[in-house]
């Protein structure tokens, strides 16, 4: 079925520790999106990017990372892990750069929690 | 202004009544808008699109009021399986902005 993969469905990470969030989608959309969702905040863009090979941050940059070495791919990595990014991460992509057009499809999200 | 305001609700209805949340922008450029459905601890999905004066798709009505800047989504004949979070979405400067969401709960 066509879509987003995300992996892992759900993480504990000790606080200090690297993780990467993976996403994939088979879809040959040219832009992804990541963001992080807490509760009373709402979605928040952490990283984007328009087509591979560039990335761009959004709201929320600090303390991750990303990389678009191809089309189907973009993970996230959090160097080193505080409790602060303790979220719901979900993966996204649109076929236009934006989103105006045919808006995201996400992914069904990474529950991290740092301890 | 916020870029996307929606009232947090929740709203709470009884099954088969009709109910209406009201989303308001600041971006007078935007010429497109979704609705996106988000079922608890789950991803976004794409309800509507909604590119002139507005969409329709069976029992749920989207309309813009483009000179008061708000989007609005209907919702008839209200089921449970309804009750999720609604979350309003504009385009702006190349990125989908969300709104909060507005929470609906269908009850018996």
């Known amino acids: 079925i066509a879509g987003i993969t995300q992996a892992p469905t759900s993480q504990i990470l000790a606080a200090g520790r690297r993780m990467t969030l993976r996403c994939t989608q088979d879809?040959?959309?040219?832009?992804m999106y990541w963001y992080r969702q807490d509760l009373g905040l709402g979605l928040r863009l952490i990283h984007y990017?328009?087509?591979?090979?560039?990335?761009g941050k959004g709201e929320v940059p600090d303390g991750y990372s990303v990389s678009r070495a191809n089309t189907d791919d973009f993970p996230l990595t959090l160097a080193s892990a505080v409790p602060s990014q303790t979220s719901v991460y979900f993966c996204?992509?649109?076929?236009?750069?934006?989103?105006?057009?045919?808006?995201?499809?996400f992914g069904s999200g990474t529950r991290l929690t740092v301890v | 202004r916020k870029e996307v305001e929606q009232d947090p609700g929740p709203f709470n209805v009884p099954e088969g009544a009709t109910v209406a949340f009201n989303c308001t922008y600041s971006?007078?450029?935007?010429?497109?808008f979704f609705w996106y459905r988000q079922d608890c601890r789950k991803e976004p999905k794409l309800l509507m699109s909604?590119?002139?004066s507005g969409n329709e798709d069976g029992r749920f009505t989207a309309q813009l009021n483009r000179a008061s800047q708000y989007i609005s989504l209907l919702i008839r004949d209200s089921k449970l399986s309804d009750s999720a979070t609604y979350l309003c979405?504009?385009?702006?400067?190349?990125?989908?902005?969300f709104g909060q969401g507005t929470t609906l709960q269908v009850k018996p």
């Open positions: 996204a992509s649109s076929d236009s750069a934006g989103g105006a057009v045919g808006g995201y499809t």
């Open positions: 879809m040959r959309h040219n832009a």
């Open positions: 990017s328009n087509t591979a090979g560039t990335t």
């Open positions: 971006n007078s450029a935007s010429q497109s």
């Open positions: 909604v590119y002139s």
């Open positions: 979405v504009v385009p702006l400067t190349g990125k989908l902005i």
